[in-house]
């Protein structure tokens, strides 16, 4: 088991910024695929951005130019840096790990994000 813990989430008005942190264990860190995805209420969850082993990134079309994602290896720990944020940005974000050699998947419980304007 791979423990996931997400923080940085909470209100923000429209237009501001909020930074997320997914903090992990373990020696491998630097294998694991790691991402974010959101889930509105209502609505599916969502892909927002990945960043490989490797530091390669993608983004969902809906947050490209206004989030970042990163990572620490050293820290074991992952990042989503939002900027611009919309009310369609308030949703769960949750964190996610799938190990590169195994392609086994864990996820996080999810922090809140509520955009208001």
Not at 74 to 79: F, Q
């Amino acid at each position: 088991q791979v423990p996931l813990v997400e923080s940085g989430g909470g209100l923000v008005q429209a237009g501001g910024s909020l930074r997320l942190s997914c903090a992990t264990s373990g020696s491998i860190f630097s294998l694991y695929h790691m991402g974010w995805y959101r889930q509105a209420p209502g609505k599916q969850r969502e892909l927002v951005a990945r960043i490989t082993s490797g530091g390669v990134t993608n983004y969902a079309d809906s947050v490209k130019g206004r989030f970042t994602i990163s990572r620490d290896n050293a820290k074991n720990t992952v990042y989503l840096q939002m900027n611009s944020l919309k009310l369609e940005d308030t949703a769960v974000y949750y964190c996610n790990a799938v190990v590169s050699i195994n392609a086994k998947e864990f996820w996080g419980k999810g922090t809140l994000v509520t955009v208001s304007s």
